[in-house]
């Protein structure tokens, strides 16, 4: 059975800091692996990851995966408080599904 | 551009009453399209897949059901709702290709159902 896990589960830190979230998976036949930011609605796609230490970035956000180690991070530089929000690591295996974990809840300060 | 869209928004039903959740995509052909639930403080539970109109996968045996009667047209149902089914129902939509699903998953804007 497919297996993702986040950590750490939640963390708080202040405007302005830099964070690093994780995500370390088991799948059969790996595809891809996906970040997804949650506030109060729906996941919004951030990234989509398919090979090893090539790093995707948006703006303050980028991410990188390392496929012999099975996982990745997703670091946010100068973190603001619209940044606070659930996010979520996937990973797409076999049969057109992806698996989720179950998330880390970032809260930025003031 | 594609959209998804689902309704309603929000629903309160009584326990052992019917459910019926739509979920709608526009702007792609013979999407792959997804149910999931997700309870609070929870991740994402995949309830059902379909790569086609009919063709659907239940991931998780429960009380629900899928139909995909049009190519761009997704439903959820139940014919007796329990507490437990109780969530946020999010659904999703994939491009395909050659029969092979691509792995980004756009949401829709999800039902938040409260079973009392």
């Known amino acids: 059975e497919d297996k993702v896990v986040q950590s750490p589960l939640s963390l708080v830190v202040h405007e302005g800091d830099t964070v690093t979230l994780n995500c370390s998976y088991e799948?059969?036949?790996?595809?891809?692996l996906l970040w997804y930011k949650q506030e109060k609605k729906a996941p919004t796609f951030l990234f989509m990851l398919t090979s090893s230490g090539i790093e995707k970035k948006s703006g303050r956000l980028s991410s990188i995966l390392d496929k012999k180690e099975l996982f990745s991070i997703l670091n946010i530089t100068a973190t603001q408080t619209g940044d606070s929000a659930v996010y979520l690591c996937a990973v797409g295996g076999t049969a057109s599904k992806l698996t989720f974990g179950t998330g880390t809840r970032l809260q930025v300060t003031l | 551009s594609q959209t998804i869209h689902q309704w309603p928004a929000t629903l309160v039903q009584p326990v052992g009453s019917p459910l019926s959740l739509e979920c709608t995509v526009e702007g792609t052909s013979n999407p792959n399209l997804y149910w999931y639930r997700q309870a609070a403080g929870r991740g994402l539970q995949l309830l059902f897949y379909?790569?086609?109109?009919?063709?659907i996968s239940s991931e998780v045996p429960q009380n629900l059901s899928a139909s995909r009667p049009q190519d761009r047209q997704f439903i959820l149902s139940s014919k007796k709702l329990l507490l437990s089914d109780s969530g946020f129902y999010l659904c999703?939509?994939?491009?395909?290709?050659?029969?092979?699903?691509?792995?980004?998953?756009?949401f829709g804007p999800g039902t938040r159902l409260t079973v009392l």
């Open positions: 799948v059969t036949n790996f595809r891809s």
């Open positions: 999703a939509w994939a491009g395909a290709s050659g029969g092979a699903a691509y792995n980004e998953q756009f």
């Open positions: 379909s790569v086609g109109i009919g063709q």
